[in-house]
């Protein structure tokens, strides 16, 4: 069964069950599923820009709303390309990625709508406005007739469908799309229902914009098993404590610096904020320092946390469950279900226990490809195998280790260093807030190890006693020459620290 056949079969067995809460708006699956019934409908009536092509795409500029899932689905159901454009984005940057995208019907909030100034002509426009009414918009605006609401909107789809379009950090130019066959989503539903003990009675928040894959995956999932899902249009960490107060939430979708806003949010009110019925924290991207997962059980007393490591091209790699956070903190965990994990050396060899090479995975759940640009896919998709370039190693008792990024690796007086293992040590003093370590050349050197910090407000800390502090605890040679000292980095469009736009700072300051 496809994934809206899921959702269809979960409105005809529990109609009148709550599928989605986002902030006011309730929808039992009944609803649900009539939503997204009359999308279907909305998008088909541009009949002569779908023809029959598989592969059309329908782009998203869209704030958090409950048509945004509806349509989302919609376009899954009859076959078309969801393309998730993230209004974080500049102006500049979503225009060259609608050129380039050529999406035949353009669905955008009515706020962001006057940030469009050069819409393609071939483009088909849908405007939502959450805030006009109680009701859906798209029920006012096309007059939606009682045959739309009880007829099933029929255009071919199969498991094979790319019916999803992501799009990586930017670092380098524009953003990156990559695109997903709804069997890649389905088979990832089973692997994370084993690893994260989910179950169709949950009650699941979400944390960031439905833009980002994290939280559009975590909607879906939570739909496709048949529980209920939580969002707000915008993050607010006191409302998510709203929602936690006031709903049985059992499962929370976020990022470490989520979790730290909540944290803050819940311990400044004026009484102890404490949930009983979260059981798990599910997290990826940067790793969850243990100084922050040590707060978990002061507002989440029975939650555990489960950090997967995975990326947009592999889907889910490994997991850390609760357990394995006791037994191996530092680690990312071991593989799921149904995925092999391959470390291989610069030789092609496989890694020895304690040996670092670059990580390959075989699983039902990479990626299609990059729009687009079958070059780069080729570099990630070999064969039966796939990588995207991340180094580790392995422990004797399976669990995997992240070192560092290929494209990171610095390469001083000829030795191989990993930037990621520098930060690391420098993020264990309370004093350093955040930091970056960058190679730059060097006449001498090649590359000389420069590290970027950012302070705590109103922290000291000499140099030199960076300097000492990384002397006891890495090789000399990988111990930064030089410290710049800064008050702020500049960021990515999904939050995390540009590297690229670093060096290339570096690069004009003459470093």
Request: proline share 4%; aromatic share 10%.
């Amino acid at each position: 069964m496809l994934i809206t056949d899921v959702i269809q079969a979960h409105a005809a067995s529990h109609p009148d069950k709550i599928a989605l809460i986002i902030d006011n708006t309730r929808k039992t699956y009944k609803e649900l599923y009539c939503g997204i019934k009359m999308a279907a409908h909305v998008l088909l009536d541009y009949e002569d820009e779908l023809n029959d092509d598989r592969d059309t795409i329908v782009g998203f500029l869209l704030n958090n709303s409950v048509e945004f899932i509806q349509y989302f689905l919609a376009a899954t159901k009859i076959g078309l390309c969801s393309a998730l454009f993230d209004p974080k984005w500049t102006d500049v940057n979503i225009e060259a990625i609608i050129r380039q995208c050529q999406p035949a019907i353009l669905i955008v909030d009515f706020d962001i709508l006057p940030r469009l100034t050069n819409i393609p002509h071939t483009a088909k426009l849908i405007v939502i406005d959450s805030d006009a009414s109680a009701h859906s918009p798209m029920i006012a605006k096309y007059n939606v007739t009682a045959d739309w609401i009880s007829s099933e909107p029929h255009r071919f789809s199969t498991s094979e469908s790319l019916f999803y379009m992501g799009f990586t950090s930017g670092t380098t130019g524009l953003p990156k799309g990559f695109v997903r066959a709804q069997r890649s989503w389905i088979e990832s539903f089973t692997r994370a229902k084993e690893a994260f003990c989910l179950a169709d009675n949950d009650h699941v928040l979400g944390t960031g914009p439905l833009v980002h894959s994290l939280t559009i995956y975590a909607a879906i999932q939570t739909l496709y098993l048949g529980g209920t899902f939580y969002l707000s249009r915008k993050f607010r960490a006191e409302l998510a404590i709203e929602t936690l107060e006031s709903n049985p939430i059992t499962h929370i979708y976020l990022v470490p610096t989520i979790f730290e806003a909540i944290y803050h949010a819940a311990i400044s009110r004026s009484y102890k904020f404490t949930s009983t019925t979260v059981r798990s924290l599910i997290t990826t991207g940067d790793k969850w320092t243990p100084e922050s997962k040590q707060k978990v059980n002061q507002i989440f007393s029975k939650a555990g946390i489960y950090e997967f490591y995975g990326a947009s091209e592999l889907s889910f790699v490994t997991v850390l469950d609760p357990v394995g956070n006791e037994q191996k903190p530092s680690s990312v965990g071991k593989p799921f279900s149904g995925v092999e994990v391959s470390i291989r050396k610069p030789d092609g060899e496989e890694a020895g226990e304690g040996e670092v090479g670059q990580v390959y995975i075989k699983s039902g759940m990479i990626f299609s490809g990059y729009f687009e640009n079958e070059e780069e896919t080729k570099q990630v998709i070999q064969g039966e195998w796939a990588t995207v370039g991340d180094l580790a190693m392995r422990d004797a008792d399976g669990f995997l280790y992240m070192v560092g990024r290929n494209k990171n690796m610095i390469i001083s007086g000829g030795l191989n260093i990993y930037p990621e293992e520098i930060e690391k040590v420098l993020l264990k003093q309370e004093e350093i807030a955040e930091t970056v370590v960058v190679g730059v050349p060097d006449a001498y050197w090649g590359q000389k190890v420069v590290a970027l910090i950012q302070f705590q407000e109103g922290a000291v800390l000499a140099d030199q006693d960076i300097f000492a502090l990384c002397r006891k605890q890495l090789a000399s040679y990988k111990c930064p020459k030089e410290i710049i000292r800064v008050h702020s980095f500049p960021y990515t469009t999904s939050g995390k620290i540009s590297r690229t736009k670093i060096i290339d700072w570096l690069a004009g300051r003459g470093v």
